[in-house]
């Protein structure tokens, strides 16, 4: 039974709904101010250590679409993938980049360099750990998704039928 994460611009909030069945093109409207129909966000199911919840947050102008269906290529790309070889990993996030136009920021754009060049990972990490966790790791347009608003939305724990 899938759970889908929306967000409404309006309220600046993101609300859970629940689908007895899968469900990729409904679009619910908010349940708090009844006037916007929802934007469908990609789950969180991992964050970067030492970042707390409130500071995740949507990716503005990000295509939906198109994001659920490279997640859904690279899912099945990365079952293949050899988790001692750093460049298939690398690989795989590169396609992520081109498929999604999500831009790396600084430290991670080098990360993947190194990545591609045969680096341990954990190498790079105890290396550029602090630089890592510091900075957005993807931009879109140039601008860091955080620069498109200060603080990040509410979330609301109640779980809606979609």
Do not use: W
């Amino acid at each position: 039974m899938p759970i889908y994460e929306f967000y409404c611009r309006n309220c600046h909030m993101i609300f859970n709904f629940y689908s007895s069945s899968i469900n990729t093109e409904k679009r619910p409207m908010c349940p708090k101010c009844r006037k916007t129909r929802l934007v469908r966000q990609m789950s969180v199911f991992s964050s970067p250590k030492n970042r707390g919840e409130d500071e995740d947050m949507p990716l503005p102008d990000l295509d939906e679409s198109k994001m659920e269906q490279a997640m859904n290529l690279l899912s099945r790309e990365a079952e293949n993938i050899d988790e001692n070889d750093p460049r298939q990993a690398a690989n795989l996030m590169r396609k992520l980049t081109d498929m999604t136009g999500l831009n790396l920021g600084s430290g991670m754009e080098e990360a993947l360099r190194r990545m591609e060049a045969g680096e341990d990972p954990e190498q790079i990490e105890e290396e550029m750990g602090d630089m890592l966790e510091e900075e957005e790791p993807f931009v879109l347009g140039g601008k860091s998704p955080r620069a498109a608003r200060k603080r990040p939305p509410a979330k609301d724990d109640k779980l809606y039928d979609l």
